[in-house]
């Protein structure tokens, strides 16, 4: 995501580097490249114009602390521009009203249909919501089925009427039939259309009047960049919806439309998707993507993830049983299974700062394949009790597994190694690691 942008940004800045103060002749070559790499990026002349001479009246001027270098100041000051471009704060989607109801528009081929089972995944699994999906694209017949797909993968209700054409009618029947059944979100999926296609557009616009959504969300492909912005604004002058949504943002290399949409239709971007997976949705955070942007990472999101998938009951097992030794294969496999419900690695692995860097060859999202393999030819004695692992016990795992012996001793070694640690951490030994990592630096 925005690779292209991050590495021409950092480039940018590299021109202050070893600078002891900032300069209008050093600052304006800085901006100048921060410019173009906005452009590249798909941004509009115009804002990356205005942008940069933000950035350049913040930068001239401006004190350096003894702790803070010329190029430190320059990335803090972009940072806040970027955020600031972006929207500044998050906006939270709107849910008032019983039911509340959301209505989803856009180009066909944007993605409405998915965005709106991952939405309603979202609102039930974090929002703690009863939500009803309503198939209102009456003119292609797959659409009907992929949302009924899509919904029972999620464990939500679809609404629909078969032979019926009016999308106004199917919706109005869907919310009172919400109402009686005390549901406490309805999410209206509706047609593709083009924002020149009259018709199209008065149906929807009709819609819209009939219902009288809490949220109307427009979606919209990120990867298409400026053609994302121009439909964005065209659909809001004649719909005047409440937020954004931006798909595929995890294939977008460049980031004009993230970057410049919340300018152009002063809307804000409320979710954005990740991938294809129902969980693979996030909410929108300004200041969280300029950190990324600038190859900061996003910890924040990061520590989120994790927190959505712990368990306290079994936190507390694990604490138990860390304190006594105890710590075997099977809470070892339990501990990646939490991992890989948080995501992708390759995601999450651009979420710890200085990660950017890394290619994507070099992550691979199937790691833990050949340990689950392993750990899965492994007998319930053995999984119990690490401590009866010997020659022959790994010679058979290797075979069973499909693996060799060498990358058996690798788990285990890195089992012993995760046991060690996780112990450490558990009864105080936080201090004890810091000691160990200060020794080390000072052997070095």
């Given at each position: 995501?925005?690779?292209?942008?991050?590495?021409?940004?950092?480039?940018?800045?590299?021109?202050?580097?070893?600078?002891?103060?900032?300069?209008?002749?050093?600052?304006?070559?800085?901006?100048?490249?921060?410019?173009?790499?906005?452009?590249?990026?798909?941004?509009?002349?115009?804002?990356?114009?205005?942008?940069?001479?933000?950035?350049?009246?913040?930068?001239?001027?401006?004190?350096?602390?003894?702790?803070?270098?010329?190029?430190?100041?320059?990335?803090?000051?972009?940072?806040?521009?970027?955020?600031?471009?972006?929207?500044?704060?998050?906006?939270?989607?709107?849910?008032?009203?019983?039911?509340?109801?959301?209505?989803?528009?856009?180009?066909?081929?944007?993605?409405?249909?998915?965005?709106?089972?991952?939405?309603?995944?979202?609102?039930?699994?974090?929002?703690?919501?009863?939500?009803?999906?309503?198939?209102?694209?009456?003119?292609?017949?797959?659409?009907?089925?992929?949302?009924?797909?899509?919904?029972?993968?999620?464990?939500?209700?679809?609404?629909?009427?078969?032979?019926?054409?009016?999308?106004?009618?199917?919706?109005?029947?869907?919310?009172?039939?919400?109402?009686?059944?005390?549901?406490?979100?309805?999410?209206?999926?509706?047609?593709?259309?083009?924002?020149?296609?009259?018709?199209?557009?008065?149906?929807?616009?009709?819609?819209?009047?009939?219902?009288?959504?809490?949220?109307?969300?427009?979606?919209?492909?990120?990867?298409?960049?400026?053609?994302?912005?121009?439909?964005?604004?065209?659909?809001?002058?004649?719909?005047?919806?409440?937020?954004?949504?931006?798909?595929?943002?995890?294939?977008?290399?460049?980031?004009?439309?993230?970057?410049?949409?919340?300018?152009?239709?002063?809307?804000?971007?409320?979710?954005?998707?990740?991938?294809?997976?129902?969980?693979?949705?996030?909410?929108?955070?300004?200041?969280?993507?300029?950190?990324?942007?600038?190859?900061?990472?996003?910890?924040?999101?990061?520590?989120?993830?994790?927190?959505?998938?712990?368990?306290?009951?079994?936190?507390?097992?694990?604490?138990?049983?860390?304190?006594?030794?105890?710590?075997?294969?099977?809470?070892?496999?339990?501990?990646?299974?939490?991992?890989?419900?948080?995501?992708?690695?390759?995601?999450?692995?651009?979420?710890?700062?200085?990660?950017?860097?890394?290619?994507?060859?070099?992550?691979?999202?199937?790691?833990?394949?050949?340990?689950?393999?392993?750990?899965?030819?492994?007998?319930?004695?053995?999984?119990?009790?690490?401590?009866?692992?010997?020659?022959?016990?790994?010679?058979?795992?290797?075979?069973?597994?499909?693996?060799?012996?060498?990358?058996?001793?690798?788990?285990?070694?890195?089992?012993?190694?995760?046991?060690?640690?996780?112990?450490?951490?558990?009864?105080?030994?936080?201090?004890?690691?810091?000691?160990?990592?200060?020794?080390?630096?000072?052997?070095r």
């Open positions: 995501m925005f690779e292209g942008l991050t590495e021409k940004l950092e480039r940018s800045f590299k021109i202050l580097k070893g600078q002891g103060y900032i300069t209008e002749i050093n600052v304006a070559e800085t901006v100048k490249e921060v410019r173009k790499a906005l452009l590249d990026a798909d941004v509009s002349y115009k804002i990356a114009k205005d942008v940069t001479n933000d950035i350049k009246e913040k930068a001239i001027g401006q004190k350096i602390l003894t702790s803070v270098s010329p190029s430190q100041l320059m990335v803090k000051i972009v940072h806040d521009e970027l955020a600031e471009l972006m929207g500044g704060e998050h906006s939270e989607i709107n849910l008032k009203g019983s039911p509340a109801v959301v209505l989803i528009a856009g180009l066909q081929g944007s993605g409405k249909t998915t965005f709106s089972a991952k939405l309603a995944n979202f609102l039930k699994n974090k929002k703690g919501k009863t939500v009803m999906l309503v198939a209102g694209d009456v003119y292609r017949p797959a659409a009907i089925d992929q949302l009924k797909v899509l919904g029972e993968q999620v464990g939500v209700e679809v609404y629909s009427e078969e032979g019926n054409k009016n999308p106004v009618q199917i919706a109005e029947n869907a919310i009172a039939k919400a109402k009686r059944d005390n549901k406490n979100v309805v999410i209206i999926d509706t047609a593709g259309r083009l924002a020149v296609d009259e018709e199209m557009m008065d149906e929807i616009a009709k819609i819209k009047e009939t219902v009288k959504p809490q949220e109307t969300l427009f979606v919209v492909d990120s990867m298409t960049g400026q053609d994302a912005v121009n439909t964005a604004k065209a659909f809001n002058d004649r719909l005047d919806f409440d937020g954004v949504v931006l798909t595929k943002l995890d294939g977008d290399t460049r980031g004009g439309a993230a970057l410049t949409i919340r300018t152009v239709v002063e809307k804000p971007i409320k979710f954005v998707g990740l991938g294809e997976k129902m969980d693979a949705l996030d909410i929108f955070y300004p200041k969280r993507m300029a950190d990324r942007i600038l190859g900061m990472g996003d910890i924040v999101s990061l520590v989120e993830k994790a927190q959505e998938q712990f368990d306290a009951e079994e936190a507390a097992k694990l604490k138990k049983k860390l304190a006594k030794n105890e710590f075997n294969y099977n809470d070892f496999l339990k501990q990646i299974q939490q991992i890989k419900k948080m995501g992708s690695i390759k995601d999450l692995a651009k979420m710890i700062p200085g990660m950017n860097k890394i290619d994507d060859e070099e992550i691979d999202d199937d790691a833990f394949k050949s340990i689950e393999a392993i750990i899965g030819s492994m007998t319930p004695e053995e999984r119990e009790n690490p401590k009866i692992m010997n020659g022959s016990r790994k010679r058979r795992i290797a075979l069973g597994s499909g693996n060799s012996i060498e990358e058996v001793n690798r788990l285990i070694k890195q089992f012993d190694e995760t046991s060690k640690m996780m112990r450490m951490m558990t009864t105080g030994g936080a201090k004890k690691m810091m000691q160990m990592m200060q020794q080390a630096k000072r052997r």
